[in-house]
């Protein structure tokens, strides 16, 4: 099976500017996740959905942060404006039912 | 609220060596419990999980992963480590029975690196 496809892999920005990250999920799977991984870290899930509605948003910071995820398949995060702290690789994953979560190779996005 | 810890940040080991990465969790009920590892520039790819029945599970490249609820543990031991088996452990565990609404958090990691 294809497994969770992200893109770009890189990104290179300035503090301020946006940007936006693309995932789409392995075929059949429900449940998709947003992660943060900074440098040195564990992932930390920034949102989570179950096909195209929200489960958890928590740890997301909603002033900057933003995704959707139209007809409960591929899903957009977006960052604006962007801060120093938001260099991290951010993680995709998805899962159906019990399974566990398969990742894709995730975005590095550098701010300047 | 539920945790990860993972209490080595790094562990340096010989080729050939034995290996084992310590986790414990915090979590009231039965956890589901994972162990992922990460190379450079990677995602993290599933080494193997536990879920219910036997408390020795089997993974992937030769690891395993016993689960002590007692201990609230789940470590992840190797006996000869190869090479390529340099890269982020990460232990992981899933909450709550309802698929739909349960968290997958992540412990802060490990990083392995072996001695030819």
């Known amino acids: 099976e294809a497994g969770v496809a992200q893109s770009p892999r890189y990104k290179i920005i300035e503090k301020r500017q946006s940007v936006a990250f693309w995932c789409n999920p392995i075929s059949g799977h429900a449940t998709l996740y947003w992660y943060q991984q900074i440098l040195g870290q564990g992932p930390k899930l920034l949102i989570q959905?179950?096909?195209?509605?929200?489960?958890?948003d928590s740890q997301l910071p909603k002033d900057r942060f933003s995704a959707e995820r139209l007809k409960g398949v591929d899903s957009t995060l977006k960052i604006q404006p962007a801060k120093l702290e938001d260099s991290a690789v951010y993680l995709c994953?998805?899962?159906?039912?019990?399974?566990?979560?398969?990742f894709g190779n995730g975005t590095r996005l550098t701010v300047t | 609220a539920q945790s990860v810890t993972q209490p080595d940040i790094h562990i340096t080991v010989s080729e050939g060596a034995s290996l084992e990465l310590r986790c414990n969790y915090s979590?009231?009920?039965?956890?589901?419990l994972f162990w992922y590892v990460q190379s450079p520039g990677q995602g993290l790819q599933l080494l193997l999980k536990y879920f219910s029945g036997d408390t020795l599970v089997q993974g992937i490249k030769g690891f395993e992963a016993e689960f002590k609820r007692s201990q609230s543990s789940f470590n992840l031991r190797k006996p000869s480590v190869h090479w390529s088996d340099a890269a982020e452990y990460f232990c992981a565990v899933k909450t709550g029975m309802k698929t739909s609404y349960d968290k997958v958090i992540f412990g802060p990691g490990t990083s392995l690196s072996v001695i030819p």
């Open positions: 979590y009231g009920a039965t956890p589901y």
């Open positions: 959905f179950q096909n195209n509605g929200v489960v958890d």
């Open positions: 994953a998805s899962s159906f039912g019990y399974s566990p979560l398969h």
